[in-house]
């Protein structure tokens, strides 16, 4: 088999992507139903409920466990990975955010007292809370039991 057909015919991939998909369209839609606002632009971002990266990691180490075997070193390698992830997501790039944040607020104000100072704005929505990873985990796994 060809390399492109066979990406093509990999369930397991195809569960990851459609899974990150599916967090995708969720964030826009839990927006929606939240603060009333169609913000498309959450369709390509990180950020938000629910964690796509979460959706991704916990659907490809759920395929890989079905195709595989739970005992097998690859699913190993895939649950490990996911966990790392998902800490990651709600840890350093949490923590990443907040300091994004607090720097973003201290320009604006030296911004005022010093008319040469240009700064762009850090993006701050890079992290997740605990209940966004949480969230993404379900979808992956729902996803992977579907695909």
Same mark, same amino acid.
């Given at each position: 088999?060809? @390399? @492109? ?11 990851a992507?459609?899974?990150?998909a ?5 964030? %826009?839609?839990v927006?929606? *139903? *939240?603060? /009333?606002k169609?913000? %498309? ?17 916990s659907?490809l180490?759920l ?8 005992d097998?070193?690859i699913? !190993? ?13 709600a840890?350093?790039? /949490?923590? !990443? ?5 607090? *720097? ?21 929505l @890079? ?9 993404? !985990? ?5 996803v992977g039991?579907?695909?």
């Open positions: 088999m060809t @390399i @492109i057909p066979g990406i093509f015919y990999n369930e397991i991939l195809f569960s992507v459609t899974a990150w599916v967090a995708q369209v969720l964030k %826009v839609i927006n929606f *139903l *939240l603060h /009333r169609f913000d %498309v632009d959450l369709l390509l971002s990180s950020g938000s409920f629910p964690s796509s990266h979460s959706a991704t990691v659907a180490a395929g890989i466990g079905k195709h595989y075997g739970w097998s070193p699913f !190993a390698v895939a649950a490990v990975f996911a966990m790392i992830v998902m800490y990651d997501a840890g350093v790039r /949490r923590a !990443a955010g907040k300091q994004a944040e607090v *720097l973003n607020r201290l320009v604006e104000r030296l911004y005022h007292q010093m008319s040469d100072l240009s700064q762009e704005r850090l993006k701050e @890079i992290g997740h809370t605990p209940l966004e990873v949480f969230g993404g !985990a379900i979808v992956g796994i729902i039991l579907l695909i």
